[in-house]
């Protein structure tokens, strides 16, 4: 099992990023795949999440109206799209896949290494 982020990166206030997140050795599409992200200092929150087999999307509220979970089955990668970024959004972002959802760390099973994500001006 793998799960690759990329697309990480220094962006200023204000400004977007687009986290892509591929896997493989899974059955993708069976899987609820969701985003969390660390801050230093702090402990792994939940950002968003995405259930492929009864569509529906979560996320925290936090990022609500500014981040945009999607995903391509046919790439077996999913994406996080982050808007109006802010200062207090600098984290290492991970890509994590559950068999049953949910918002908290224990319910994935497999996790991405992360891709750092700084917003600064």
């Known amino acids: 099992v793998q799960l690759v982020e990329s697309g990480g990166g220094l962006v200023q206030p204000g400004g977007s990023l687009r986290l892509s997140c591929a896997a493989s050795?899974?059955?993708?599409?069976?899987?609820?795949m969701g985003w969390f992200r660390q801050a230093p200092g702090k402990e792994r929150e939940f950002v968003a999440s995405?259930?492929?087999?009864?569509?529906?999307?979560h996320y925290a509220d936090s990022v609500k109206g500014r981040f945009t979970i999607s995903r391509d089955s046919a790439k077996n990668t999913v994406y996080l799209q982050m808007n109006s970024l802010k200062p207090e959004d600098t984290a290492v972002y991970y890509c994590?896949?559950?068999?049953?959802?949910?918002?908290?760390?224990?319910?994935?099973?497999?996790w991405g290494q992360g891709t750092q994500v700084t917003v600064s001006s």
């Open positions: 050795g899974f059955t993708f599409s069976s899987y609820v």
């Open positions: 995405s259930n492929w087999i009864i569509r529906n999307s």
């Open positions: 994590a896949a559950s068999r049953l959802g949910g918002s908290s760390t224990n319910g994935y099973d497999y």
